[in-house]
């Protein structure tokens, strides 16, 4: 009889297996390096039957870390520019019900997906509370998650390069820059950006607020940045070991499945992400034509992918975080309210066993 390891042990291997594939890439300068080069390690490692984990509370420490990294953007020069907002975050929900009902007609039609798994895998985002649905509805959680995942990837590895086609921003070092340039050292600024985290986290399990791990600490850590109580950002230890859990956290998804798994519906994601990715970028430079907006952080706010994970890339790359991260809060904030709605127009939710 084997002893399986312990799932804190699992999530220490991943995170080295990550932290090597995030040096390699960052020794190659590749954009992105913690989060793509940690995905591609333990993803390379999971198709090779390495057993790996990434615990679930590992990752909601990630997302309050992740959500004061994003509440440190809304500086008082930003909040004055917020109200040109308002046109780029209409054209983000009509972008993203476009590719919600693009990618449900897509996958009907050439997938042998029920209609409810197919409705959750088209959702643009939202990965942990699509999740959830898929278990109270009856759908397929694993070709869910699969297809959010391949989606994602393929978002990931765009992104660099459409910025890079429609903007000046210096890809390569931007993470070397802000390792030559760490921030120094101050107790008083940190602990606030400590107590983002507890109290965060402690309205997140009192609220039960979906993505609230992210979206509390987030709107705590605004507040003291926009009043001018707080100015320090998260120290980069911290922000690179965020971007190792979310990039291992996507890497550790594919294990279990098969290739024919990943080809059946994993394709037919990373097309849709290939479409979609092309449409928010014509559409950010349209948006950017009309409000005069830069087009890399619209780009970012239009790409239908997770929150956390593009509100990583706007840190990484430094991409006005602050815009980045409302269009991605108002996105998740749609989700919660419309997807719940549409899923009970087609089916019953599963119903408690009696007592």
Request: neutral net charge; proline residues 6%; glycine residues 8%.
């Amino acid at each position: 009889m084997s002893i399986s390891p312990p799932s804190w042990l699992l999530g220490l291997a991943a995170l080295a297996a990550g932290l090597c594939g995030g040096l390699l890439f960052f020794y190659l300068s590749i954009p992105l390096p913690w989060v793509l080069g940690s995905f591609a390690a333990t993803g390379l490692l999971s198709q090779l039957g390495v057993k790996l984990s990434m615990p679930a509370r590992w990752r909601g420490y990630a997302m309050l870390i992740i959500g004061t990294m994003l509440g440190a953007g809304f500086t008082p020069e930003i909040v004055e520019h917020a109200t040109t907002w308002l046109p780029t975050l209409c054209a983000m929900l009509v972008l993203s019900w476009l590719f919600f009902t693009g990618a449900f007609a897509l996958l009907k039609r050439f997938s042998d997906m029920d209609t409810g798994t197919a409705l959750l895998a088209a959702v643009p985002g939202g990965l942990a509370m699509v999740s959830a649905l898929a278990e109270d509805y009856h759908a397929d959680a694993r070709r869910i998650a699969l297809c959010h995942s391949a989606r994602l990837v393929v978002l990931l590895v765009m992104t660099p390069f459409m910025i890079g086609l429609v903007s000046d921003y210096d890809l390569a070092t931007s993470t070397s820059v802000a390792l030559a340039h760490p921030e120094p050292f101050d107790a008083v600024q940190l602990s606030l950006l400590a107590a983002c985290l507890l109290v965060g986290w402690a309205l997140a399990r009192l609220t039960k607020l979906p993505s609230g791990l992210m979206l509390l600490p987030l709107l705590l850590s605004a507040l003291l940045h926009v009043t001018g109580v707080a100015s320090a950002h998260v120290p980069l230890p911290l922000s690179v070991l965020a971007q190792l859990v979310i990039g291992c956290g996507i890497g550790i998804r594919f294990q279990g499945y098969r290739a024919r798994d990943i080809l059946r519906d994993g394709r037919l994601a990373a097309f849709t992400s290939l479409i979609f990715g092309l449409a928010s970028l014509a559409a950010a430079w349209i948006t950017a034509q009309v409000t005069g907006h830069e087009i890399a952080p619209l780009l970012l706010a239009y790409l239908p992918g997770g929150a956390p994970e593009l509100g990583v890339v706007a840190l990484a790359l430094d991409i006005d975080p602050a815009m980045v991260a409302t269009h991605h809060v108002v996105r998740v904030l749609a989700i919660a309210l419309f997807v719940p709605l549409a899923m009970r127009q087609i089916r019953k939710p599963q119903q408690p066993p009696a007592a």
